[in-house]
């Protein structure tokens, strides 16, 4: 994990880990009599496992004491029914669960995937995909194993570690006093170890999580260590991180050592005891060998519910936090409830019947990222634009000035902070973000595409376009690679399909972006990984594509700027000027210098002309 | 859980890492394609014999631990398993003692057993604490070699392999190993031990009634192997849904924005269920197998409890059996079938464990294509008062893929010190390979590339970097300060001097406007730093190395016309006197160039200074032609 996603991924507060668990109700109460069948049958399975020392006991102290064989049989069925009884409860207990649990941790996930869809694009911006990820599979894992394994063992372990000291009692109660007594300092122990276990795991994985990072720069970044011969270098990064962690691992088995060496020794101790003053007892015939057979092996049974206890309250501590980092998620405020106040609605409307074409429009429009620093002044600060019906306005800007950001405020990726833009004379507050997603159709700069057929990927912009129109949209983008392809467009593309270069990705979300006709087109440097012919081609057909749709595009060479009727230069957060090309050229030093490279003359803030 | 985590990056970096030089349209019979297979399948063949060399070699210098560790877990398991016996004798011996009230017995037993408890504790502890060593001692040499192998590689494996299975080898199949080596191997040891004792115990206690309980291995085992054989596809079958899982949801997420802003939140939530029931069913499947083997198992283990018990009880009325011997028998049977669910447990991790070390095998036994010299030689010394550049000669050389597929033909070049050389030609002309051969990513398949006279493949890596740079489309920064990724073009600038590469190239401005100027993490906060301004920070970086070749292999795609401005002032100050090779689509950047390679099907098809091909008729002529007109 990059170190990047800790200061998101930190919880708010953490309350108690019952607080937290008590939370995943909604999604156990569907199963909760599957999980009641499970505790059951577990409880029944232990208690018959309880039962079956007892059952030994009376082999020994009845039939085997008075020569009684048919008794002997009657003892070895009970015996049989038992254990079958144990193995089938047992089966049983994991039988009853495993569909029900499994379908927990999908609606879970499916839940959480929904959810994440839905959050606004500034969320994603804070949240690490990586931590994202973790609380869709690893922490989905955990809820699961803790409703299988300690929710049902909790209870389970309690009640036979109550009974078997119960049964304990009954058959020699000096006896029982020998073993019990140890118990209480093995659970304050291993809880002692568990906690200081836990911190080390937890600093382990923190570690491990830097180890790859440096690894992951390391892969993806491989080009620029061989180019420059760094290799040496990372490499003594990485091992630096990797002794580190072993360092932290190496704590980690001494606390395991010392935690088994506990588990282990105390009821070895106390079974020694109990053994030696249960042999006087039979010796002095206060008590039957049956008996401490009997005895010795409950106690033996019991070791397992104790020794559990520690893991078992630790694993709920983790399934806690694995709710609470899964609620984190669930609890933020989807996109739709950050919408401010809609304005006004009745003078809205009727503007828009007055505006009916006027485009796009963009005034006073304040925006800062929600991340950006408290002193840092607006990324765009009053910024006005008029966007004719049909015409397309190119942007442009130097990097970093703001153009890409002003993009995705269109199809509100992001919401803006101050003053309104109108599509048609309509607020886009106003309009569904659905409806309005229909009418911006966008291309981003780092073009994007899915685990999907080509088709599926341009048609993502107009789902019901026909089979001409994505034709023609791959026409547009000089996508005719397409058709080369093993499977034309129904080859599949992305992560898990053919993996096409940069230009032909660009080329493909071009085609997405200018599908289906739409009514508003935003396209964010869509040639920048062109090369000249290719782009020179594309520029042409794009030509008649702009001449029937209202266009923002975002340009940073004059060949993307000859597309546009008219430019709109982006500095300081507002709109500088707005023209033609050659107006602009003519005009504005600012923007010849911007196109042209041509300086106004080294270091004179005047911007008067040098040539 | 690690495993998830690692598996994200994969997919999530992925992406980033398509190759950008490959612009042609591909068919799949070509060898560039990338394979990009989901999840399982590998294209490195793993040599027989691979995975257990690599155990030896790891397990080798650790040895005497090892057997050290051996010799305590025998021991341990020896004490913990002899209770049950002092149990039985002192039934049989002890209370009889006892009763004629001699003490001896009984002291006897309790100070054995006691003893043995000790003894196991101590050894227990000890045990853990050594293994530790020696594992963490066998995963840090582990991660080791597979770091430096993976930088050893040669670019065109990394172009194959994809970033993301490297990393799922260093992690998450290390972790896999990691957690064997943890918990599995000290169990199965305990248990293997455990079982062999009581086994061996059991019929020095009583031979009929030993072998008797020792026949329960036959079913047993067949149940374990049954359990084995399904949960073995069970195993696969989660492995590749989750894998599905992981790849929708990694590219949904960082595909937020086109997610969003075409609407596909209906139709991913279809597909993405898809993914996610089948991972729910394989679970679900997972789990049944396991009820099932569990009860099975169980089953039978206490029917054999149960018929031996009864047959010792027979044996001991007729009085050819000794009671503590069968108190004893009762108490070791319990202990002898509890480990039956742990070693099915153990079976998924060794599962696990040994695919992933047959893939890091795998990796690890992979030649690099571009190794190192074995007898490296130096550079010519340069007279002081000579040109910083120095002379680049492709002498014979071709180069074709592996495949057999060719990509530039034979040729001869020579690029005399000090000149700037643009390549230009249309995708898949073969310029990129050009510049990959001279940075000695890829050797070439025929002929030679030199340096001042000196063969690329006989200069030690430190000694090529110095001499020859390139700078690619790709603008990765790692994480750290601004400043830190600029010096990665020499580590040991001072802060004067990186500012001053910064400056020399027009990013000291935006570089100082970030909050914290040059010392702003790259991935925090506010560290919002766009593509053109990545690959200002890139030549800083090229600026900073002051290389006597410098290759820019597409380098200025993202910059503005200031930016790229910037970088030619740069180019004719700072880098003045530098062999330069330049591939651009940009013909501005071209015309600054002495000279213009016109590339077309991985043949030089026209040579020339700009000004003679722009007057010329050729392709070039053509080309600037157009661009021209479009400036106006």
């Known amino acids: 994990m990059p170190p990047a996603a800790a200061p998101a991924a930190q919880p708010p507060a953490r309350h108690s880990a019952t607080r937290s668990l008590l939370r995943l109700w909604p999604y156990v109460r569907p199963i909760r009599w599957f999980l009641t069948a499970s505790t059951v049958s577990a409880l029944l399975a232990s ?45 049983l207990r994991r039988w009853f669960v495993a569909r029900p649990l499994a379908g927990v941790e999908r609606q879970m996930r499916a839940d959480l995937y929904a959810k994440l869809q839905r959050l606004p694009v500034s969320f994603h911006d804070r949240w690490a995909s990586g931590q994202l990820l973790s609380r869709a599979t690893s922490d989905m894992y955990t809820i699961r194993l803790f409703l299988a394994f300690p929710l049902v063992f909790l209870i389970v372990n309690s009640m036979v570690f109550l009974t078997g000291i119960g049964i304990m009692f009954t058959l020699d109660w000096q006896l029982a006093l020998i073993t019990v007594l140890p118990a209480a300092p093995l659970i304050i122990l291993c809880s002692y170890f568990e906690r200081r276990y836990s911190a080390a795991a937890r600093l382990a994985q923190d570690q491990n999580g830097d180890l790859a990072t440096v690894l992951e720069e390391s892969v993806l970044g491989i080009r620029i260590l061989k180019s420059f011969g760094r290799h040496r270098t990372m490499a003594a990064r990485y091992r630096a991180q990797a002794e580190l962690l072993r360092e932290t691992e190496l704590k980690k088995a001494r606390l395991l050592a010392n935690l088994w060496a506990v588990i282990v020794g105390l009821p070895e101790l106390a079974l020694g005891t109990s053994l030696a003053v249960g042999i006087v007892q039979v010796a002095h015939g206060s008590t039957t060998a049956g008996t401490l057979v009997g005895f010795l092996s409950t106690a033996l049974s019991l070791r397992w519910p104790v020794e559990s206890l520690g893991w078992l309250l630790a694993y709920s501590n983790e399934a ?39 485009g796009i429009r963009l005034a006073g429009v304040r925006f800062r990222y929600p991340d950006a620093p408290a002193d840092s002044p607006d990324l765009l600060s009053g910024l006005d634009l008029h966007v004719r019906s049909g015409e397309t306005m190119a942007l442009v800007g130097l990097t970093g000035s703001g153009k890409t950001t002003l993009t995705a405020l269109l199809p509100r990726l992001y919401e803006i902070n101050g003053g309104r833009i109108t599509l048609d004379g309509t607020d886009i507050r106003e309009i569904p973000r659905a409806r309005l997603r229909e009418l911006v159709s966008m291309a981003f700069e780092d073009p994007t595409l899915f685990s999907a057929s080509v088709s599926e990927n341009v048609l993502m912009g107009a789902p019901d376009a026909s089979e001409e129109e994505l034709e023609r949209a791959l026409d547009v983008a000089q996508a005719q690679f397409v058709r080369a392809l093993p499977e034309g467009s129904g080859t599949q593309v992305g992560e898990q399909g053919l993996s096409l270069s940069g230009g032909q990705r660009q080329r493909l979300a071009l085609a997405r972006a200018v599908v289906g006709a739409p009514e508003f087109l935003v396209l964010d440097d869509p040639l920048s990984a062109l090369d000249v012919h290719t782009e020179a081609l594309v520029e042409q057909a794009l030509r008649q594509v702009l001449a029937e749709t209202t266009a923002l595009v975002v340009a940073h060479r004059p060949s993307t700027v000859q597309l546009a009727d008219r430019v709109a230069l982006l500095a300081d957060g507002r709109i500088a000027a707005v023209g033609t090309h050659h107006e602009l050229l003519e005009s504005n030093p600012e923007y010849r210098e911007l196109m042209s490279g041509e300086r106004t003359g080294e270091g004179t803030e005047d911007g008067s002309l040098v040539r | 859980m690690s495993v998830a985590e690692t598996d994200l990056t994969e997919t999530e970096q992925g992406e980033l890492l398509e190759e950008p030089h490959r612009r042609e349209p591909r068919l799949p019979q070509e060898e560039d394609r990338a394979p990009a297979p989901s999840g399982e399948s590998e294209d490195i063949p793993v040599p027989p014999g691979a995975p257990r060399a690599l155990l030896r070699s790891l397990l080798g210098p650790h040895k005497a631990r090892v057997v050290l560790a051996m010799l305590m877990i025998t021991v341990q ?41 000790a003894v196991a504790t101590l050894l227990q502890r000890s045990f853990i604490r050594l293994s530790g060593v020696i594992n963490q001692a066998i995963l840090l040499e582990m991660r080791r070699r597979i770091f ?39 169990e199965l040891l305990s248990v293997i031990l455990s079982v062999l004792y009581i086994a061996v115990l059991l019929v020095v206690m009583d031979w009929r009634l030993g072998l008797a309980s020792l026949a329960s291995v036959v079913p047993i085992y067949v149940f374990t192997r049954g359990y084995r054989r399904r949960s073995q596809i069970v195993y696969r079958r989660s492995r590749t849904a989750v894998a599905q899982v992981i790849v929708r949801f990694t590219e949904t997420m960082n595909g937020i924005r086109p997610v969003q802003a075409f609407r596909r939140e209906a139709a991913n939530e279809e597909a993405f269920s898809v993914s996610n029931g089948e991972y729910t069913d394989a679970n679900a499947q997972g789990l049944l197998s396991m009820a099932q083997f569990v009860a099975s198992s169980r089953a039978t283990a206490n029917i054999w409890i149960t018929g031996v018990v009864v047959w010792g009880a027979v044996l001991v009325t007729q009085g050819s059996l000794e009671l503590g011997v069968l108190a004893a028998f009762v108490l070791y049977l319990r202990r002898l079938f509890d480990p039956v669910d742990q070693v099915a447990m153990f079976l998924n991790s060794y599962q696990s464990a040994s695919a992933a070390l047959e893939k890091i095998a795998g990796l690890l036994a992979h030649e690099p294509s571009v190794p190192e010299p074995g007898e490296p030689v130096a550079l010519p010394a340069k007279p002081e008062d ?87 489309q790709e603008s990765f920064l790692f994480s750290g300060t601004v400043a830190e990724n600029i010096a ?31 010392d702003t993490d790259v991935r925090k906060r506010g560290g919002r730093i766009s593509a053109g301004q990545r690959q200002l920070v890139a030549f800083a970086r090229a600026l900073l190395a002051d290389p006597a070749v410098l290759i820019l292999d597409e380098a200025t795609s993202s910059l503005d016309v200031p930016g790229e401005q910037a970088v030619q002032r740069a180019m004719a100050t700072v880098l003045a006197g530098r062999t330069a090779v330049i591939i651009a689509h940009r013909l501005s950047t071209v015309e600054i160039a002495d000279r213009v390679l016109v590339m077309d099907q991985g043949h030089v098809v026209e040579d020339g200074t700009p000004a003679d091909l722009i007057g010329g008729t050729g392709r070039f002529a053509r080309l600037h032609a157009a661009w021209r007109d479009s400036l106006v």
């Open chain 2, 488 to 518: 990665i073009g020499r580590p040991e600038a001072t802060r004067e001097e990186v500012e001053e590469a910064a400056r020399a190239i027009g990013a000291y401005d935006f570089i100082a406007a970030l909050p914290e100027g040059f």
């Open chain 2, 77 to 117: 398991q020896a004490a913990l398993q002899v209770g049950p016996l002092l149990v039985s004798y002192a039934i049989d011996r002890g209370i009889p003692a006892l009763r004629a009230h001699d003490w001896g017995p009984l002291v006897a037993v309790t100070a054995g057993y006691l003893g043995c408890a």
């Open chain 2, 386 to 472: 000579a040109i910083p550049g120095r002379a680049v000669d492709f002498d014979g050389v071709a180069f074709s893929y592996r495949t057999g597929k060719q990509v530039l033909p034979r040729f001869d070049l020579r690029i005399p010190a000090g000149q700037s050389v643009a390549v230009v030609g249309a995708t898949g002309a073969g310029k990129s390979t050009l510049a990959k051969l001279l940075a000695r990513f890829y050797d070439p398949t025929e002929g030679r590339v030199t340096l001042d006279g000196v063969d690329l493949r006989e200069l030690a890596t430190p000694e090529l970097r110095r001499g020859v740079v390139m700078v690619t």
């Open chain 1, 320 to 358: 806690a936090t694995a709710t609470d980092r899964f609620y984190e998620v669930m609890d933020a405020r989807p996109a739709d409830s950050e919408d401010g106040p809609v304005p006004d609605g009745a003078p809205e409307r009727a503007s828009a019947r007055a505006g009916a074409r006027d």
């Open chain 1, 47 to 91: 208690l018959s496992a309880l039962v079956i020392p007892l059952v030994l006991k009376n082999i020994v102290d009845g039939p085997v004491a008075h020569h009684d064989t048919a008794g002997l049989w009657r003892q070895g069925v009970l015996l049989l029914v038992l254990g079958l009884l144990e193995a089938g409860l047992f089966g």
């Open chain 2, 148 to 186: 430096r192998h993976a930088q050893a590689l040669s670019l065109d494996f990394h172009e194959r392999y994809t970033s993301g299975r490297i990393i799922s080898r260093a992690t998450s199949d290390v972790d896999t190993v990691r957690e064997l080596l943890n918990e599995g191997l000290q």
